[in-house]
């Protein structure tokens, strides 16, 4: 039985969690393999409030079915379990039943978060979600990181988490570094909430491959997005893991050979959080607001994780090239085609760029060279009719239909899955053509 994936393909917050809220019922399970906590996935069952995810997978909302963070996601056990807490306050059961955490996972310690806030605060700052996140990984690559599985030998948690908060201490100035006490009593803390994991705690490349090869379906999120994979995005404004299917797979330990349909997610608006280079960024704050929407609402454009406003820009094509050669997809999910009126009466989408003076469809692959990058558009036609409400694509206006079948044409992938509201009713299904 394969392993399908949905996996983001611009730079993150395009719907992945609602897409694999909506065909988790499909699987087994459904596993995480990349990222941590600075990713936000949303999901928004019907009639509920929507509920925001960061480490948990999508498919928490959906009885039976098993859900698994896997070796390459960095957990961080306080703002796991507090996510957990949050997860059964909105109704929905956890426990090992239907949570399973890999031993193998690294932790993220106190001291990361702490470091992260510290550069971010400085001239280096890189728009990090301060999570800890590149410096539990640069841990992991240095060899010099800390599992889950040693949560079974707690005093060596206690013994790194301490000299990490101490060396944490010796880079600030004196009037705010922490006593000795207080530095023990956040270890404890920390600690406890590594306890309140170990229940969770599996060989989940046993458990995966198992599944697997007993004929069971299992669907893999992807964290973030290919515009942020450290090896294929737009460095150095990146994550630190790799958000490919090739990582999603790495991070998980599933052979290739169980690879089936690969889902890739795209926004029919265009928005980025942080920094680093935006080709189609719309400078227009006024038409930037008005595209982004009200904070607050579930489908509006701001960070899930942070509650930063999304840059804005128009549509980009050429991005969607290079995250749809490397990724494989198979078929295309796109969200957000409600919001497409809000850039007026026609949009303006990318189709190519030049750089150096030359045309070129798809995107080159480092800041430096995105920066000199110019966007050349093509203009559609928008609609003013409100289509939240409707159930079928040829109920969609004219001008909605020539909005997809440019997507289709220039990237030469079908679109399978239209989300024309945040709740599960309201994504519109096209099947593939044979």
């Known amino acids: 039985m394969p392993l399908d994936i949905v996996i983001g393909l611009q730079r993150g917050d395009e719907g992945k969690g609602r897409f694999v809220d909506l065909v988790a019922e ?104 301060r999570s800890g996140i590149a410096y539990v990984a640069a841990d992991k690559y240095l060899r010099e990181g800390v599992r889950l599985e040693n949560a079974w030998l707690p005093q060596i948690l206690r013994e790194r988490a301490h000299d ?52 069971e379906p299992i669907l893999a999120e992807g964290a973030q997005a290919f515009w942020l994979d450290v090896s294929h995005g737009m460095y150095p404004s990146v994550t630190s893991s790799s958000t490919t299917v090739a990582g999603l797979l ?41 595209v982004r929407g009200a904070r ?31 990724n494989g997809i198979d078929e295309l999910a796109l969200s957000k085609l409600d919001h497409v009126p809000r850039y007026g009466k026609t949009v303006q989408v990318a189709t190519s760029y030049t ?7 798809t995107a080159p692959t480092s800041a430096l060279a995105l920066a000199e990058c110019t966007p050349n558009y093509k203009s559609c036609a928008t609609w003013w009719h409100d289509i939240s409400e409707v159930s079928r694509i040829k ?19 079908p679109i399978t899955k239209i989300g024309v509201g945040p709740s599960r009713s309201q994504v519109l299904l096209r099947p593939r053509k044979a």
């Open 26 to 129: 499909e699987y087994t399970a459904i596993a995480r393999g990349n990222g941590g906590s600075n990713a936000g996935h949303t999901v928004m069952p019907d009639s509920l409030e929507p509920l925001a995810l960061h480490q948990v997978p999508s498919g928490i909302t959906r009885p039976g079915k098993l859900n698994i963070i896997g070796n390459g996601v960095y957990v961080d056990p306080r703002r796991l379990v507090a996510e957990l807490a949050d997860v059964r306050a909105a109704g929905y059961k956890v426990s090992p039943e239907n949570l399973q955490i890999s031993d193998a996972a690294h932790l993220v310690l106190p001291h990361h978060i702490k470091l992260d806030g510290l550069r971010e605060n400085s001239l280096k700052a890189q728009g990090s979600t």
């Open 164 to 215: 990490g908060l101490v060396h944490y201490n010796s880079l600030i100035p004196k009037e705010q570094r922490q006593t000795l006490a207080e530095i023990d009593e956040e270890v404890s803390n920390w600690l406890k909430n590594v306890e309140t994991l170990k229940p969770h705690l599996t060989d989940t490349v046993e458990l995966i491959n198992q599944k697997l090869a007993d004929g």
């Open 250 to 290: 790495d991070g998980l330990g599933v052979s290739a050979n169980h690879l089936g349909k690969v889902t890739g997610v795209a926004k029919s608006v265009k928005s980025h959080v942080g920094g680093g280079p935006f080709v189609t960024e719309i400078t227009d704050h006024k038409l930037a607001d008005n």
């Open 296 to 326: 607050g609402l579930a489908d509006s454009e701001y960070g899930a994780t942070t509650q930063r406003p999304r840059r804005i820009g128009y549509p980009d094509l050429v991005e969607l090239r290079n995250a749809i050669r490397i």
């Open 355 to 361: 750089y150096k003076g030359q045309g070129r469809l």
């Open 395 to 413: 109920d969609l206006p004219s001008e909605a239909l020539t909005f997809i079948e440019l997507f289709e044409t220039e990237l030469s992938v």
